[in-house]
């Protein structure tokens, strides 16, 4: 039976169907023989505020925030990490000491799946998308030191201010904004090409990118942001194209590997976390 030393972890959100996140964080807990748990806890975005104070003095070691919490959680925390305070998002929270520290690792996620196939350094990257996932890999690709980055989002305001962004950092890439539409040929030199719109997510399955990778085939590593499903059509494109692939799955498995290092200091079984996501989506 768990006593009053059991360590907590939160999730900060609204209401969902699934939470597949959770599966996968309590899934290493057990993987570690550790016995804490990950709790899913539903705020309404104006108790936020009461919410993280409520973490602070129930002395939680952490929490994930999701939508719509990401950009206003900051003004509740003592400080921000420099990724999360260059994208003006958190999306994990974790206490030291008597501080609670804000982080985004779904950049963080994405990049430590992409350094296991290439180097990110000097790398040409073709975006698409502007939101928050697209922004979060916007700004860690920047940081790693990629050479160029194309950002190409259907909504031209949006894909100007994370250009603008991004151009604003220390040592920037070269960055260009182009309006995805139908037509558009990701250019030849692109090594990296990262869908980070929503296309493609359950049950949209049927949706595909509106681009062509035929000037990058058996060339570039073709990312998908997607989780589920994470055989996307774009993915599938890509593949038939000769293109070294790269699913959502992995960027969330990542993720989660990050937040679990940073709250708990263990390293986890990041094999027993992939196989509880892929068992709470349903993929084989
Ligand atoms: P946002 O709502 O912030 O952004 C959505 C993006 O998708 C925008 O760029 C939007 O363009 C674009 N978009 C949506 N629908 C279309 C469409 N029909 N045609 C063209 N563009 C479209 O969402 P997030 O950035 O937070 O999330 C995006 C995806 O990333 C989600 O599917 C989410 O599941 C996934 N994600 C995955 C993570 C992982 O670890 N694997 C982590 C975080 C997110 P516009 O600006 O024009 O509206």
Redesign the pocket.
């Known amino acids: 039976m768990p006593g009053f030393r059991q360590e907590l972890v939160g999730l900060f959100g609204q209401p969902v169907d699934e939470n597949p996140t959770q599966a996968m964080i309590e899934a290493g807990f057990a993987a570690a023989g550790l016995d804490w748990r990950y709790l899913t806890i539903e705020v309404a975005p104006e108790r936020l505020g009461d919410a993280v104070r409520g973490a602070r003095a129930m002395g939680l070691r952490g929490f994930n925030c999701t939508?719509p919490h990401k950009v206003a959680v900051g003004e509740h925390l003592d400080r921000l990490g420099r990724s999360a305070a260059l994208m003006g998002a958190v999306n994990c929270v974790v206490r030291r000491g008597d501080e609670l520290v804000g982080e985004n690792t779904?950049g963080a996620?994405?990049l430590e799946a992409v350094r296991r196939r290439r180097d990110p350094a000097g790398a040409r990257v073709v975006l698409?998308?502007?939101?928050?996932?697209?922004?979060?890999i916007a700004v860690e690709l920047a940081l790693a030191g990629a050479a160029s980055l194309t950002i190409v989002?259907?909504?031209a305001a949006?894909?100007r201010e994370l250009g603008t962004l991004l151009a604003g950092m220390e040592s920037p890439p070269e960055v260009s904004v182009e309006e995805?539409g139908a037509g558009f040929r990701v250019p030849a030199g692109a090594d990296l090409v990262v869908n980070?719109?929503?296309?493609g997510?359950y049950p949209d399955v049927e949706?595909l990118v509106?681009l062509s990778l035929e000037d990058v085939a058996g060339r570039a590593l073709v990312a998908d942001?997607?989780?589920?499903p994470p055989e996307t059509r774009f993915l599938a494109v890509a593949a038939e194209l000769g293109c070294e692939t790269l699913d959502?799955?992995e960027?969330?498995v990542e993720?989660g590997r990050i937040g679990f290092e940073l709250w708990t200091g263990v390293e986890p079984d990041v094999e027993a976390m992939r196989d509880a996501l892929r068992r709470a989506f349903g993929v084989r």
Do not use: H, K, W
Not at 128 to 136: M, N
Not at 196 to 199: K, L
Not at 225 to 228: A, G, H
């Open positions: 939508i779904d996620g994405f698409l998308g502007a939101g928050g996932a697209a922004r979060a989002n259907r909504g949006r894909g995805l980070a719109t929503s296309i997510l949706s509106p942001v997607i989780p589920n959502g799955l960027m969330l993720q």
